[in-house]
């Protein structure tokens, strides 16, 4: 991927595993945005799932979702039309949801995935790039057939 730029966000759930990921991003040259939160204060995930969407759309870049299991970020950002986030708990989803589905966004549960493993989930879909041919008619039926 050319345009190392990124956004990020988590919610209390996932604050710990957002930190690592932004060190390790950094660390590799990526310009991170993180959205926040920024303490480890109960807060409300869809949030923070809209502000990393939007960001993902304004600025056609990768965005990172980090909560408690990665689901609630999924269920709210797959709410944006043109987001297409996947929930990915080792790499080869991480690699195939950038190869097959064109994922633009990666959720991440800080409390079912340990640091180390995420670390890999995350640099597998970083490093994929999207396949197109024979999965580009079915990525474009995900904003036309809902």
């Known amino acids: 991927m050319s345009d190392k730029r990124i956004v990020i966000g988590s919610d209390h759930a996932g604050l710990v595993l957002k930190r690592t990921f932004t060190d390790a991003l950094e660390a590799k040259g990526w310009e991170v945005t993180d959205v926040g939160p920024q303490e480890a204060a109960s807060v409300d995930y869809p949030d923070f799932a809209a502000k990393v969407c939007r960001t993902v759309l304004d600025e056609h870049i990768l965005g990172v979702l980090i909560c408690g299991t990665g689901i609630g970020m ?3 950002a797959n709410r944006f039309k043109g ?3 996947a929930t990915c708990a080792n790499e080869f989803q991480a690699a195939m949801s950038r190869a097959h589905n064109n994922a633009n966004v990666l959720c991440v549960g800080e409390r079912v ?9 995350l640099d ?20 036309t057939a809902c």
């Not at 879909?125 to 474009?140: A, K, P, S, Y």
């Open 113 to 121: 995935t340990g640091a180390g493993a995420a670390l890999g989930i």
């Open 83 to 85: 987001i297409r986030a």
């Open 124 to 143: 597998a879909f970083l490093e994929t790039d999207f396949e197109g041919g024979r999965h580009e008619r079915r990525v474009d039926k995900i904003d």
């Open 74 to 76: 999924s269920m709210t």
